[in-house]
Nanobody, 130 residues
Framework: QVQLVESGGGLVQAGGSLRLSCTVSGRTVTRDIMGWFRQAPGKEREFVATIARSGINTYYADSVKGRFTISRDNAKNTAYLQMNNLKPEDTAVYYC???????????????????????WGQGTQVTVSS
């Protein structure tokens, strides 16, 4: 059974930092594209960041570019989201996701489309106070 478990969320003041972790069990993520999404109250889920199997190629939503960094450690079967200079508008539940079906694509391939991700975590709350 594949499980994604997020951790590292919490309450932080504006301008602060948090590091989210997503640990995967039940499969090896080496061949998976990993992504982070978020959903604020009353809003639809939105893309935040994605990282290719290469671990080098990444893509970010404009709203977080320059402040957030996605990374992965395949040896630990874990993906990370380093969030700096947090803003109140970053408040949301953050979800980790794995795209396991794109293994045939080049290692530099990534996707921001939530429909491409077939495994999801339960989410971790991030609250940024002003």
């Amino acid at each position: 059974q594949v499980q994604l478990v997020e951790s590292g969320g919490g309450l932080v003041q504006a301008g602060g930092s948090l590091r989210l972790s997503c640990t995967v069990s039940g499969r090896t993520v080496t061949r998976d594209i990993m992504g982070w999404f978020r959903q604020a109250p009353g809003k639809e889920r939105e893309f935040v960041a994605t990282i290719a199997r290469s671990g080098i190629n990444t893509y970010y939503a404009d709203s977080v570019k320059g402040r957030f960094t996605i990374s992965r450690d395949n040896a630990k079967n874990t993906a990370y989201l380093q969030m700096n200079n947090l803003k109140p508008e970053d408040t949301a539940v953050y979800y980790c996701a794995a795209d396991t079906a794109s293994y045939y694509t080049p290692n530099a391939y990534y996707t921001a489309d939530s429909r491409d991700y077939d495994y999801w975590g339960q989410g971790t709350q991030v609250t940024v106070s002003s």
